[in-house]
């Protein structure tokens, strides 16, 4: 089935981001999500799942284990499990952005 954000189960998370489900399995989790200017999720980890952010549109900052990275559209980074991270939107600009987790990050999270 084709999926996109709109016909993907949709969620609002954090200081009013949104999230859709695009992929969501036990063994993997693809979400497309969008970040209004000036929010941030919470710092977290997984214990299992490994992790990839990838950036739609805008520019995002992700601290990844103490190390900002800046990502401008169409560029990844990798999370490994167990590794705290915090993605940012420190622009005037909406960010989106797709976040794949193996296996399926839900109730693997562990906030700091």
Do not use: F, G
């Given at each position: 089935m084709k999926r996109s954000k709109s016909n993907a189960e949709h969620y609002i998370w954090g200081q009013k981001c949104d999230g859709w489900h695009l992929v969501k399995d036990a063994n993997l989790s693809i979400i497309h999500e969008r970040?209004?200017?000036?929010?941030?999720?919470?710092?977290?980890?997984?214990?299992?799942?490994w992790q990839f952010f990838f950036i739609l549109s805008g520019t995002a900052t992700l601290e990844v284990d103490g190390k900002r990275v800046i990502l401008e559209q169409m560029e990844g980074?990798?999370?490994?499990?167990?590794?705290?991270?915090?993605?940012f939107n420190e622009t005037d600009n909406d960010i989106e952005f797709l976040?794949?987790?193996q296996p399926n990050s839900r109730g693997d999270r562990i906030s700091l």
């Open positions: 970040m209004p200017p000036n929010t941030a999720e919470e710092r977290h980890y997984h214990v299992h799942a980074y990798e999370v490994p499990p167990m590794v705290p991270h915090q993605i976040v794949t987790s």
